[in-house]
């Protein structure tokens, strides 16, 4: 099992930044990638990023790529997610969720987080101004 809890979000004005927070506890242990995903009101949910056990990360979105990215704190047992450049269309919820992997695999197909994954609340970010 693992818990997963978000933090971060907000307003910001287009070109703006913000950055989001995921820290997720494996009581009983393993390995795990996490994968960032956002959810617009009338839309389906869109895989952004993943960051695999090991810190290797994949790319799910061309709307970001450039923009975002994903890293590890191993200090504080959190993955950030860092959005630079942000437009109008980033406003959505932002959700992070783990799965369970090996130590060396890569992530998870963006498809593949539909089943046996654990996720956040979900945090709103806006852009406006």
């Known amino acids: 099992q693992l818990r997963v809890v978000e933090s971060g979000g907000g307003l910001a004005e287009p070109g703006g930044s913000l950055r989001l927070s995921c820290s997720v506890s494996?009581?009983?242990?393993?390995?795990?990638?996490t994968g960032w995903f956002r959810q617009a009101p009338g839309k389906a949910r869109e895989g952004m990023l993943c960051i695999s056990s090991s810190g290797s990360v994949s790319d799910y979105a061309d709307s970001v790529k450039g923009r975002f990215t994903t890293f590890k704190d191993n200090a504080k047992n959190t993955v950030i997610l860092v959005m630079d450049g942000l437009k109008f269309e980033d406003t959505a919820t932002y959700f992070c969720?783990?799965?369970?992997?090996?130590?060396?695999?890569?992530?998870?197909?963006?498809?593949?987080?539909?089943?046996?994954?654990?996720w956040g609340q979900g945090t709103q970010v806006t852009v406006s101004g």
């Open positions: 494996a009581p009983y242990g393993g390995y795990f990638a």
């Open positions: 969720a783990a799965k369970f992997t090996s130590a060396t695999a890569a992530c998870p197909r963006s498809s593949d987080w539909s089943s046996g994954s654990y």
